[in-house]
């Protein structure tokens, strides 16, 4: 595994992920497709929660022999209140975190990426947390592009977007 390669995609995935939370109306940042889906703000808080409550706090965990901390990510989206934040300082707090996270595992040298937490499901490697971290961000970057393609159909009505091409 090459540390250098996922600190690089870490950082140019919060800039894709910027992009695309950047310059929308408050209205399409609090918009879900429906009941059971996330809006785009509820999914950058999300993110701003799992930087620095999961996947760091996990990693550092498993490599310093500390106390796993059990998280609900799913729940936090209604207790927390995600979709009644501000999507700016949403943004910016998440990218705050993701600097601090880029910096902390720049320093972290050569750990051993096979140190493992005993999970409930079995046992979770230091490796496998941070590169769950990357394709966390990846799959978060697909769901903000289907939010925007979805909203997108909403609001052409009654134009069609069939000469873009399949979905």
Do not use: C
């Amino acid at each position: 595994m090459d540390l250098d390669s996922i600190i690089q995609g870490l950082s140019r995935q919060a800039q894709a992920i910027q992009s695309l939370a950047t310059g929308i109306s408050e209205e399409h940042a609090r918009w879900r497709p429906d009941p059971e889906s996330w809006s785009i703000l509820e999914v950058i808080n999300h993110l701003y929660d799992e930087e620095r409550e999961d996947f760091r706090a996990h990693l550092h965990a498993i490599l310093q022999g500390s106390t796993w901390t059990f998280i609900d990510p799913q729940g936090w989206v209604t207790k927390r209140g995600y979709n009644q934040r501000q999507l700016s300082q949403s943004l910016e707090n998440f990218l705050a975190e993701r600097e601090k996270s880029l910096t902390w595992l720049g320093e972290l040298g050569s750990p051993d990426w096979e140190l493992a937490f005993q999970a409930p499901f079995g046992p979770l490697r230091a490796g496998d947390v941070l590169v769950s971290w990357a394709a966390h961000d990846l799959l978060h970057l697909r769901q903000l592009v289907e939010l925007h393609y979805t909203y997108t159909l909403l609001k052409s009505s009654p134009y069609s977007v069939q000469y873009a091409g399949e979905w």
